[in-house]
């Protein structure tokens, strides 16, 4: 079993930063595949970013694509999804999410495992 942890969520004006956190436990963390997704209010979940095992890829959607960078540090067993130029329209409650078969996760039926979501409200 895998058990993932967001942090680092809050309120932020337009154009400023936040740095979210997803931390693992329960396995080996660098065996996993790992995903940030999010959900707004009365809309769908759906992808942010992505990595590989390694790190070596990343995929981002395009609606963030040159804003929010993701990493991951795994003797740390911490993915990061650092978001700059913060939006209104990013306000949502962010989700990490694994998944061990895949390369990549870039899909909302893709993970196998979930984090309880960390909100990010982002005002004008």
């Known amino acids: 079993q895998v058990q993932l942890s967001e942090s680092g969520g809050g309120l932020v004006q337009a154009g400023g930063s936040l740095r979210l956190s997803c931390a693992c436990s329960g396995r080996t963390f660098s065996n996993y595949a790992v995903g940030w997704f999010r959900q707004a209010p009365g809309k769908e979940r759906e992808f942010v970013a992505t990595i590989s095992r390694s790190g070596a890829s990343t995929a981002y959607a395009d609606s963030v694509k040159g804003r929010f960078t993701i990493s991951r540090d795994n003797a740390k067993n911490t993915v990061y999804l650092q978001m700059n130029s913060l939006k209104p329209e990013d306000t949502a409650v962010y989700y990490c999410?694994?998944?061990?078969?895949?390369?990549?996760?870039?899909?909302?039926?893709?993970?196998?495992?979930w984090g309880q979501g960390t909100q990010v409200t982002v005002s004008s």
């Open positions: 999410a694994a998944n061990r078969n895949l390369p990549l996760i870039a899909a909302v039926d893709q993970p196998d495992y």
